[in-house]
């Protein structure tokens, strides 16, 4: 009876140590996954550090370009009114002395 129960006894000890040898290997295995999780927060908060920063003026950047934008917005606007009153005036000028244009005339001469 006694061996008997020696031999549970040993039975359980060697299970419980394989037991205790796994969770030793789990503990490890846990602790390297840990250590590349901090590596790899460690470096995203160093890319994304000034993250904010750097949208911060980029926003500023594409307001400055959207307002520099609108004033070449204006001064095309300005220049195609322009170009418009100077089409108008040259069909006006044509009409009033009857040119046909100022810049399809032939040169008599060289023909």
């Given at each position: ?32 996954i840990a250590d ?76």
């Amino acid at each position: 009876m006694v061996t008997t129960v020696v031999v549970i006894n040993t039975l359980i000890s060697l299970v419980l140590l394989y037991i205790a040898w796994r969770v030793w290997k789990l503990k490890q295995w846990i602790g390297r996954i840990a250590d590349k999780l901090n590596a790899y927060e460690r470096h995203t908060h160093a890319v994304l550090y000034k993250a904010p920063e750097n949208i911060d003026l980029s926003q500023q950047k594409i307001h400055n370009l959207r307002q520099g934008n609108e004033k070449l917005q204006v001064q095309i606007q300005q220049v195609r009114q322009i170009i418009n009153l100077l089409l108008l005036g040259k069909r006006f000028w044509g009409r009033s002395f009857g040119w046909i244009g100022l810049t399809s005339r032939k040169n008599p001469v060289a023909k």
